[in-house]
């Protein structure tokens, strides 16, 4: 495709993106919810269904710790997966460019909304700011795609209670392979060998950290550390990282233990730590 052709295309897209932006009727349905009773929660990451094998979001909920799944398509899966691991892809691809057309006209996903469950299919959200306008606009979603976008823009994530008792008897576990996994703000993956060689890593099991955000942030921990002990616990694998959080007791801190430079460190923090960090969108030529 010639530089024309596809400026053209990409004009085309955003302004169809405008216009539904404007459209009078863009929210095609009320909230299952009163919007104050809402939760907010984590995305903790990717796992699958311990019986059938299907894709899942986990999402950490910041005040209880609790881990509840969420099915998802494999496509949203793996978008999510190639977000959380950092993966810029050579052309944006559908979600790529749904936060790029937000950017480009001056619009931002604050929030991302699952809001109720409806003949056992979950029901989404996406709250956008736009420019002009002093309510949010909300346009209808699946979940799964709404949280493929919050992954990509930072945008805060918000569930019903009822969406959490639902995903309670549902069974998960981590992905054979590539584990990443977010919790308290943290994302952490597999210390592979050349990883710990590259980083002068002990070896010791652990887990290695890829980015921090939020609160944690605002400590001495840094990508490139190796998180081995969750609360006096040792850790291996991204999914135990996770599992040593959640299995917190309510109201208690988290207590990590870390090594970064050479030495050994700890760090406690509030099981609520999480809240994202807003992204800036990188719009393709």
């Known amino acids: 495709m010639s530089a024309s ?23 095609a349905r009320e909230l299952g919810i009163d919007p104050a009773e809402l939760v907010p929660v984590e995305l903790a990451g990717v796992g699958v269904s311990a019986t059938a094998g299907a ?5 950490r909920h910041l005040e ?14 793996r978008a999510i997966l190639m977000a959380m691991h950092g993966v810029e892809p050579p052309r944006p691809m559908t979600h790529d460019l749904a936060i790029s057309m937000m950017s480009a006209l001056g619009a931002t996903l604050e929030r991302v909304l699952v809001d109720d469950l409806v003949n056992n299919t979950f029901l989404g959200m996406l709250e956008m700011r736009v420019p002009g306008q002093d309510a949010p606009i909300r346009v209808d979603s699946r979940p799964s795609d709404a949280l493929a976008l919050a992954v990509r823009s930072g945008a805060s994530i918000h569930v019903a209670p009822s969406v959490l008792i639902a995903g309670e008897d549902l069974d998960y576990e ?45 400590t001495d921990i840094e990508p490139g550390s190796l998180i081995f002990e969750v609360n006096g616990d040792a850790i291996a694998t991204p999914m135990q990282f996770l599992e040593a959080v959640r299995e917190t007791e309510r109201g208690a801190k988290v207590k990590l233990r870390y090594w970064q430079e050479g030495e050994e460190h700890g760090l406690e923090l509030d099981q609520g ?7 800036q969108p990188v719009i393709s030529a």
């Open 5 to 27: 052709l596809h400026t053209i295309h990409r004009l085309l897209a955003i302004t169809l993106f405008a216009g539904c932006l404007a459209w009078p009727s863009v929210e």
């Open 55 to 59: 894709p899942l979001v986990l999402l």
């Open 64 to 77: 209880t710790g609790d881990v509840v799944p969420i099915i998802i398509g494999l496509d949203q899966a």
């Open 174 to 218: 981590g992905l054979p392979d590539r584990q990443v996994v977010t919790a308290l703000g943290i994302t952490v993956v597999e210390a592979g060998q050349d990883e710990r060689q590259a980083m002068d890593l002990p070896d010791r099991p652990g887990v290695l950290v890829r980015r921090v955000v939020g609160a944690a942030a605002r």
């Open 273 to 279: 730590a999480g809240a994202p960090e807003r992204r």
